[in-house]
């Protein structure tokens, strides 16, 4: 157990973390555009919509999370996989952010993205579309950036100072 706690890599989880709430809440703006004239119509006009409408918007949107995190934890996985390091690190990366999803989803992020667009885009498809792309590319970056994987291992990172 002692050598299992020496094994884990505290970095890889940190920024893994990260990386994994910005695929959260990328995959949340990019299912909004399944059916974007109910979150235009919902959210302007005050007119409800049918319950079947509601019920398919609600299963989309908490489907939307749990595969985000799904695509963080593979794409972790295999990379853990490939630089050799430690693999139950990208499961317990999975774990906190399941753990942490519901926190991660309050804080909206493609709401305050679109405050600081300030109303560029006015097409609610292309608004979900840019702000997905907004988050998802600083998740990939965290996951995928030569920095970050010198930073993580921490070989390479003391042999290159």
């Avoid at 959260?24 to 703006?29: G, K, N, P, Q, T």
Wanted: glycine share 4%.
């Amino acid at each position: 157990m002692k050598n299992f706690f020496l094994k884990l890599n505290w970095r890889l989880i940190v920024i893994h973390i990260l990386a994994s709430w910005l695929f959260l809440c990328a995959f949340r703006e990019f299912v909004l555009m399944h059916d974007y004239s109910y979150q235009y119509v919902y959210s302007h006009n005050n007119k409800a919509p049918d319950e079947d409408r509601i019920m398919n918007n609600l299963y989309w949107n908490a489907l939307s999370g749990v595969v985000g995190l799904l695509v963080a934890f593979i794409i972790s996985f295999i990379l853990s996989l490939r630089k050799r390091w430690f693999w139950p690190n990208s499961v317990i990366v999975f774990i906190l952010g399941i753990l942490s999803s519901p926190f991660i989803l309050r804080l909206n992020a493609g709401y305050y993205i679109n405050y600081l667009l300030g109303g560029l885009i006015t097409v609610p498809w292309k608004e979900f579309m840019t702000i997905g792309i907004m988050l998802l590319l600083p998740g990939l970056i965290l996951l995928l950036s030569k920095i970050f994987v010198r930073l993580i291992d921490k070989a390479a990172y003391k042999n290159s100072i």
